[in-house]
């Protein structure tokens, strides 16, 4: 008996770090969500533009990336994670693993690229700072699409990310660099692209508002994306190949050959 037990009792003992590490994202994204809501954050992203961008980066990346990575269908689908939205996840990572094309990724990309773009217009910014309320669909739009987009990036059972080594780090560093394009030309513009942020009586000027916020927007991104980036791609050389693919690709070939 006491044979029987003992692996059991050291995979609970290696799972119990990973449970931590889930919680612990969990309980970060739920402090960043919060604390875009709070003063100072949410007093001053009317004022200035670069605590605008610190809110932003908050909904933009680090919830998203939190959250995956915190698993929480983990914790939602009852009877230890096995539930009834537990199986329905599995049914979809089916789905996922019987399709894995770059172009499907892609369009996570896109639309989370999008949406990161569409709320740096200058149009929907000057709207952040005269009326509060556009904060709301600004977090729900940009939370979600990042969430579509960490889903294609990084693993959280039972969903796995739906592209091989190398290609996640290339949609990794892809949609980190049109965030950084974005930030570069507010940055490196003569004149300020969004007006509503009155700078009259503040300590710093128009100009310098908006290169610190293309420097927060900036550092943003790259702590998100650049792990991921470094990861993925030293996996990749280090040969860990996916067994996954290796199976999908017999499966393939299989199909073909019963089809001759």
């Known amino acids: 008996m006491a044979l029987l037990l003992a692996p059991a009792a050291g995979v609970t003992a290696r799972r119990a770090p990973l449970k931590r590490l889930h919680l612990l994202a969990l309980s970060g994204a739920l402090v960043f969500l919060v604390l875009a809501f709070l003063p100072p954050i949410w007093t001053d992203a009317h004022r200035y533009e670069f605590v ?37 996840l599995e049914a979809l990572e ?40 556009l904060v709301v669909p600004e977090a729900v739009s940009l939370v979600v699409a990042g969430i579509g987009l960490w889903l294609e990036l990084v693993r959280c059972a039972p969903l ?54 293309t420097g927060v927007v900036w550092f943003a991104a790259a702590c998100a994306f650049v792990p991921v980036f470094f990861a993925d791609l030293v996996n990749w050389l280090k040969g860990d190949d996916d067994p996954d693919a290796e199976l999908r690709r017999l499966v393939r070939s299989a199909r073909r050959s019963g089809r001759a």
Not at 69 to 82: A, E, I, N, Y
Not at 98 to 119: E, T
């Open 52 to 88: 605008e961008s610190v809110q932003f980066g908050l909904f933009a990346f680090a919830v998203p990336a939190l959250v995956v990575v915190g698993r929480p269908w983990g914790r939602l689908g009852g009877g230890g994670g096995r539930g009834r939205l537990w199986r329905r």
């Open 94 to 133: 089916a789905g996922r693993r019987r399709h894995p094309d770059f172009w499907r990724s892609s369009v996570f990309a896109g639309v989370d690229v999008g949406f990161v773009v569409l709320w740096r217009t200058p149009t929907l910014m000057d709207g952040l700072a005269k009326h509060s309320w």
């Open 160 to 213: 796995s990310p739906r592209l091989n080594r190398p290609w996640g780090a290339v949609l990794a560093v892809g949609t980190m660099w049109a965030t950084w394009i974005l930030a570069y030309a507010v940055g490196f513009a003569h004149v300020p692209w969004y007006r509503a942020f009155h700078h009259a009586g503040s300590f710093m000027s128009a100009s310098m508002d908006q290169e610190v916020a």
